[in-house]
């Protein structure tokens, strides 16, 4: 639809009226907004005039409330789940020197990206997602978490990390986003990793957003899955470790030298929303799965037909798919047809545990299908 600058003009000097809910929603929208701007050094004035802004969004959009409320929060959504930026692969296969004279067919299984619901997923997990920024200058780069949520399962962290002349902690492109992810070179002077304390740790995938970013800006989201339950009460935290020097000269030095180098640890706390809920299916013996809209932990032990040996490895996870009740249906992974529609696996114990990259309306699912075994949800 397009509108004159007449009619841009007439609609924002119509007296508008907005509910003490939208009107807050704005307000919280734009304190936020400019603390962005506190943090990155680069204060800029947005202007309190709520009516005008909230009759601005009207011409956009009908969902006024929704939609700026969400807005915060659209890098998180379109970065975890949404697909503007992240394009749809098919099975790629490869030969790879096998490191003995020969050459060996490597499949990339296919993934599958699709539009997110702003609105939606507000409305389904925004309580849960931070919407206030954490900013660490490290060295010469700049670490911003923009947006962080958890559940008992794994946890979904948007952010960026930018450097004058260069990121140089990080690497990452399109190889690394269809295999295992970016991870930090040997010139980076700092590392971090997320954890719940001493016995629960997170394993991750780092995408790079390949459109968004810059040689200078990194748009990153990062795929967390936790080693162990996470239980009511356990903070997620961010420890970044500071090196001396590079992590390449670090790990040259003796076990001794390393012992004694000067390496410093900040811990931070990432979330004080809780964790998004999850709802489990319990066919005793017969089979059990916990999910929510974000990820799926299966116990392999159950159901199966699997040796104890057996349920600790994920090669045995042949088939995960959730169906839906209008006949739809998500395949997260399946091993016949090399597709692996997620955003990070893996085996912790005899549990399988995917993050989803995408949403799912746990209302929606009629049953679960993992290998041969069927979960009803309903």
Same mark, same amino acid.
């Given at each position: 639809?397009?509108?004159?600058?007449?009619?841009?003009?007439?609609?924002?000097?119509?007296?508008?009226?907005?509910?003490?809910?939208?009107?807050?929603?704005?307000?919280?929208?734009?304190?936020?907004?400019?603390?962005?701007?506190?943090?990155?050094?680069?204060?800029?004035?947005?202007?309190?005039?709520?009516?005008?802004?909230?009759?601005?969004?009207?011409?956009?959009?009908?969902?006024?409330?929704?939609?700026?409320?969400?807005?915060?929060?659209?890098?998180?959504?379109?970065?975890?789940?949404?697909?503007?930026?992240?394009?749809?692969?098919?099975?790629?296969?490869?030969?790879?020197?096998?490191?003995?004279?020969?050459?060996?067919?490597?499949?990339?299984?296919?993934?599958?990206?699709?539009?997110? !619901? @702003?609105?939606? *997923?507000? /409305?389904? %997990?925004?309580?849960?997602?931070?919407?206030?920024?954490?900013?660490?200058? &490290?060295?010469?780069?700049?670490?911003?978490?923009?947006?962080?949520?958890?559940?008992?399962?794994?946890?979904?962290?948007?952010?960026?990390?930018?450097?004058?002349?260069?990121?140089?902690?990080?690497?990452?492109?399109?190889?690394?986003?269809?295999?295992?992810?970016?991870?930090?070179?040997?010139?980076?002077?700092?590392?971090?990793?997320?954890?719940?304390?001493?016995?629960?740790?997170?394993?991750?995938?780092?995408?790079?957003?390949?459109?968004?970013?810059?040689?200078?800006?990194?748009?990153?989201?990062?795929?967390?899955?936790?080693?162990?339950?996470?239980?009511?009460?356990?903070?997620?935290?961010?420890?970044?470790?500071?090196?001396?020097?590079?992590?390449?000269?670090?790990?040259?030095?003796? !076990? @001794?030298?390393? *012992?004694? /180098?000067? %390496?410093?640890?900040?811990?931070?706390?990432?979330?004080?929303?809780?964790? &998004?809920?999850?709802?489990?299916?319990?066919?005793?013996?017969?089979?059990?799965?916990?999910?929510?809209?974000?990820?799926?932990?299966?116990?392999?032990?159950?159901?199966?037909?699997?040796?104890?040996?057996?349920?600790?490895?994920?090669?045995?996870?042949?088939?995960?798919?959730?169906?839906?009740?209008?006949?739809?249906?998500?395949?997260?992974?399946?091993?016949?047809?090399?597709?692996?529609?997620?955003?990070?696996?893996?085996?912790?114990?005899?549990?399988?545990?995917?993050?989803?990259?995408?949403?799912?309306?746990?209302?929606?699912?009629?049953?679960?299908?993992?290998?041969?075994?069927?979960?009803?949800?309903?």
């Amino acid at each position: 639809m397009r509108i004159s600058e007449n009619q841009l003009r007439e609609t924002l000097s119509r007296e508008v009226q907005v509910s003490d809910q939208v009107n807050e929603r704005l307000r919280d929208t734009y304190e936020i907004l400019e603390k962005r701007q506190e943090d990155s050094g680069k204060k800029k004035y947005y202007g309190r005039n709520l009516r005008a802004a909230a009759a601005a969004a009207a011409i956009i959009c009908c969902g006024v409330p929704s939609i700026v409320y969400a807005s915060v929060k659209t890098g998180f959504f379109e970065g975890m789940f949404g697909n503007s930026t992240k394009k749809s692969t098919e099975v790629i296969h490869r030969e790879i020197d096998d490191g003995k004279d020969g050459k060996v067919t490597v499949d990339i299984p296919s993934k599958e990206f699709v539009p997110v !619901d @702003e609105a939606k *997923a507000e /409305a389904m %997990i925004g309580q849960w997602v931070t919407d206030e920024p954490i900013v660490r200058e &490290i060295g010469e780069h700049t670490l911003t978490i923009e947006s962080f949520a958890y559940d008992k399962n794994g946890a979904w962290m948007y952010f960026t990390l930018g450097r004058e002349g260069g990121v140089t902690a990080l690497q990452g492109d399109m190889d690394t986003n269809l295999t295992k992810g970016a991870y930090f070179t040997d010139d980076a002077e700092f590392y971090f990793n997320l954890n719940c304390g001493e016995e629960i740790f997170g394993c991750d995938n780092i995408y790079i957003d390949m459109e968004k970013s810059t040689d200078e800006l990194l748009y990153c989201s990062d795929y967390i899955l936790w080693s162990e339950g996470v239980e009511e009460g356990d903070t997620p935290k961010l420890s970044i470790e500071r090196y001396p020097c590079t992590r390449g000269e670090l790990y040259a030095m003796s !076990d @001794e030298e390393r *012992a004694a /180098a000067d %390496i410093q640890t900040e811990t931070i706390e990432l979330s004080d929303k809780g964790q &998004i809920p999850v709802q489990s299916i319990d066919l005793g013996e017969n089979g059990f799965l916990e999910y929510s809209p974000v990820s799926v932990s299966v116990d392999m032990s159950k159901g199966m037909g699997l040796s104890d040996e057996e349920a600790q490895d994920p090669y045995y996870m042949k088939h995960l798919e959730i169906r839906y009740k209008d006949g739809s249906s998500y395949v997260v992974s399946d091993q016949e047809g090399c597709i692996e529609n997620n955003g990070y696996v893996m085996g912790a114990g005899v549990w399988y545990k995917a993050a989803f990259n995408r949403l799912v309306d746990t209302d929606e699912i009629a049953e679960i299908l993992v290998n041969d075994v069927r979960f009803p949800a309903e």
